[in-house]
């Protein structure tokens, strides 16, 4: 398996632009996780999603943010409109939920920087 | 509620010293406990976990972890450290019967020659 895979790896937008972020997780997995990692905020987690519903979506910052998974082997992470204060890199993980002891499995991210 | 603690923001050791980065947790039922290492530009990746039995659990990179449940404690070990060993080191916990993991802050490691 090549593991989650997140595209872009880079994206560079101005401010105001819409920003479309990808997640493939790991064939199987039933659960898929976004977090966004800040040197001043650390690992948040987004939100997440069962069997591509959506559980918790309580760490979404605001409105601007959005995210869909309308099937098991893809996830979108949407801006519209992005500002400067969303530069981080976000992170896609998948799980198998309700397998005793399961951890994540994370993607190599994607750094969004908004200018 | 589920928490973890990473007391320390960032660790030094000489290489070739032994190491460990502290992590306490709380949770209400039997925890599953891991540990992640993020390197520059990458992903988290899984190190080692704790999910019953030995409480002495060893995993990837010649890692192992100490699971404490008097002292609520799951810190990460390594008997002789590496500069490649540097990186951020992140504890996290999941409590049974709940699917999220909660991640602490992270320690950052930094291994001197």
């Known amino acids: 398996d090549a593991g989650v895979i997140q595209s872009p790896r880079h994206e560079v937008t101005e401010m105001g632009q819409e920003v479309t972020l990808r997640c493939k997780p790991i064939s199987g997995h039933n659960s898929l996780f976004w977090y966004r990692q800040t040197m001043m905020r650390g690992l948040e987690l987004l939100i997440y999603?069962?069997?591509?519903?959506?559980?918790?979506d309580s760490g979404m910052p605001e409105d601007r943010f959005s995210a869909k998974m309308p099937n098991a082997s893809f996830s979108t992470l949407k801006i519209q409109p992005s500002e400067p204060r969303d530069s981080a890199v976000y992170f896609c993980?998948?799980?198998?939920?309700?397998?005793?002891?399961?951890?994540?499995?994370f993607g190599s991210g994607t750094r969004l920087t908004v200018v | 509620a589920q928490s973890v603690a990473q007391p320390e923001d960032q660790v030094n050791v000489a290489e070739g010293n032994p190491l460990t980065v502290k992590c306490t947790y709380s949770v209400s039922g039997n925890p599953y406990l891991f540990w992640y290492v993020q390197y520059p530009n990458r992903g988290l990746q899984f190190l080692l976990k704790y999910i019953t039995g030995d409480n002495l659990v060893k995993g990837s990179y010649g890692f192992e972890a100490e699971f404490n449940k008097s002292q609520t404690s799951f810190h990460l070990k390594k008997p002789s450290a590496l500069v490649s060993d540097s990186a951020l080191y992140f504890c996290?916990?999941?409590?049974?019967?709940?699917?999220?993991?909660?991640f602490g802050t992270g320690t950052r490691l930094l291994v001197s020659p």
């Open positions: 993980a998948s799980s198998l939920a309700h397998r005793e002891g399961a951890g994540y499995t």
């Open positions: 996290a916990v999941r409590d049974t019967g709940f699917q999220k993991l909660v």
């Open positions: 999603f069962n069997n591509n519903v959506p559980i918790d």
